[in-house]
């Protein structure tokens, strides 16, 4: 069962759609991330929220712009994205009372620039 | 910096068989945490094991287990009795406070 919960699963959008990704999980993870994963790589962080702050910006281009509206919701807005943002968007969560906690990743958003 | 190489690209095993994946870790902390992470195809990334660094004792987990090496920086993933559901990609990766550091991956198959 999939305890982290993305939606969409699939979405195709073109260079100047606006359009949203959301996460959710009931765990009582505090904290939660984005990832970006292209075929046969490891996913590259791109987002860090602890206890509802953003902790960690990777350098991300300002057209991805996350959102942290409670402790079990996680969104990412997109705008005016480019082919190369193609790829599949992780979602996952973690504990933050104990160090070394495993993360547990969502299926994933398939995004599709055209 | 931290890095994590895994020098392995793509493996094969046969059904029942046992393979082992490689891994190889830096880092400068003392505390840290190491994990093994299954993606099947077009399914979810799941954890396999986790090791902590202060602990001497290899962890296993049923037909997994690994070969925690701490001062040559080694950890090894061991499959036992492999089985279909096995193939998919494997990431080790390090951690010591909220950021996970992946490896490249390597491309498990298993051959019926």
Known sequence: DTEVTQTPKHLVMGMTNKKSLKCEQHMGHRAMYWYKQKAKKPPELMFVYSYEKLSINESVPSRFSPECPNSSLLNLHLHALQPEDSALYLCASSQLDTRGQPQHFG????LSIL | AQT???SQPEMSVQEAETVTLSCTYDTSESD???FWYKQPPSRQMIL???QEAYK????????FSVNFQKAAKSFSLKI???QLGDAAMYFCAETSYDKVIFGPGTSLSVIP
């Open chain 1, 107 to 110: 299926d994933g958003t398939r």
């Open chain 2, 4 to 6: 994590v190489t895994q």
């Open chain 2, 32 to 34: 840290y945490y190491l």
């Open chain 2, 48 to 50: 396999v094991i986790r």
């Open chain 2, 56 to 63: 001497q004792q290899n962890a296993t987990e049923n037909r």
């Open chain 2, 80 to 82: 036992s009795d492999s």
